[in-house]
């Protein structure tokens, strides 16, 4: 990579990056740039460290606290997996036929796990999210499919594998395939492996991503709900009632109102995903004066994905059972 500048009136920075033989160029003009390159970046090439002065080997820049690696646009010219791991200052790429090493690990009954391990496969068995807990020197992976209205569905962990910056976790799912039972499931795996101290990742075999929730993340009681909506049971505060929940935001408007038995919306908004999150969760304050003059309130919760799909949860909370 090199850094080429031009003293003018503005000026170019240009970013040549050769990987593979391929060259991209980026230009930023219209004022003074103050650069700094930055010493000690490391790159690895498919697990292994290249030595210093090899290409291919992209640089970074930091301009006013923030650092610059044009990441997506070498992913795309160069058909390579690449990645930024901000801890070490490395950058990783990947061969997208080039398996990184595999990570052994076993399933489990999560009957038979710790208790602190069967009590979280429990709490979350009802909804579809992709989970790691670390108890000591063992790291947990849980994937649930949420209720399903007969048998025949299933998950499996096929693969995991250590990509140096991350593990990333390969998961199955089974479908039904002929005459099932009609009843509700709850599949879910869970399996143990040696301790991970680097993010984890989940990706379906077909490369979609799972929905995934953080490590911290705890599911509460639930007093209403839907596949993608869970919405808890209240908080009385000495002024204000809150209601808290987890969403399924991932490619989707999650927005809510609540509103009081005569029709007026005395609270609305949408609940907003961080980057990168896919169940999101959200606190929605009420005065506690506006609910002790009712009966009781209504939620209204609105989901619209973006492949067109529509979910609505309705739900009254009456003040009789809300303390």
């Not at 090899?54 to 070498?74: A, D, K, R, S």
């Not at 795996?189 to 993010?199: A, Q, S, Y």
């Not at 987890?246 to 609940?271: C, D, F, H, M, Q």
């Amino acid at each position: 990579m090199r850094l080429l500048f031009r003293s003018t009136t503005t000026i170019l920075l240009a970013l040549l990056l050769l990987v593979s033989g391929v060259v991209y160029a980026y230009a930023s003009t219209g004022r003074t740039l103050e650069v700094t390159v930055l010493p000690g970046v490391k790159f690895v090439m498919n697990g292994k460290q290249l030595p210093a002065g090899n290409n291919p080997q992209p640089n970074h820049l930091v301009y006013n606290g923030n650092v610059y690696v044009p990441l997506q646009i070498v992913e795309e010219i160069s058909n390579k997996y690449v990645f930024w791991h901000s801890g070490s200052s490395t950058v990783y790429v990947w061969d997208k036929n080039v398996q990184a090493p595999a990570v052994s690990f076993k399933e489990i009954n999560p009957e038979q796990a710790l208790p602190a391990v069967r009590n979280w496969a429990q709490q979350f068995r009802s909804i579809e999210t992709a989970q790691s807990r670390t108890i000591g020197q063992k790291t947990y992976l849980l994937v649930t499919r949420g209720e399903k209205p007969t048998g025949g569905y299933g998950v499996a962990i096929t693969r995991v594998e250590d990509r140096g910056h991350e593990v990333l976790v390969t998961v199955r799912y089974i479908e039904p395939s002929g005459i099932v039972t009609q009843a509700l499931t709850y599949p879910l795996t869970l399996v143990e492996l040696p301790k991970v101290d680097k993010p984890i990742r989940f990706v379906r075999d077909n490369g979609q991503a799972l929905p995934q929730l953080p490590e911290t993340a705890e599911l509460q009681p639930v007093i209403a709900g839907t596949a993608n909506i869970k919405l808890y049971a209240l908080k009385w505060g000495t002024n204000e009632v809150t209601l808290t929940g987890i969403a399924k935001t991932a490619g989707a408007k999650v927005s809510y109102e609540v509103r009081v038995p005569w029709g007026n919306v005395i609270s609305r908004g949408t609940i907003t995903a961080k980057a990168g999150e896919v169940w999101t969760p959200f606190t929605i304050t009420v005065q506690r004066s506006d609910f002790e003059n009712n009966e009781r309130l209504q939620v209204n919760f609105n989901r619209s994905g973006g492949d067109g799909s529509s979910e609505r949860l309705v739900t009254s909370i009456y003040r009789a059972f809300s303390r």
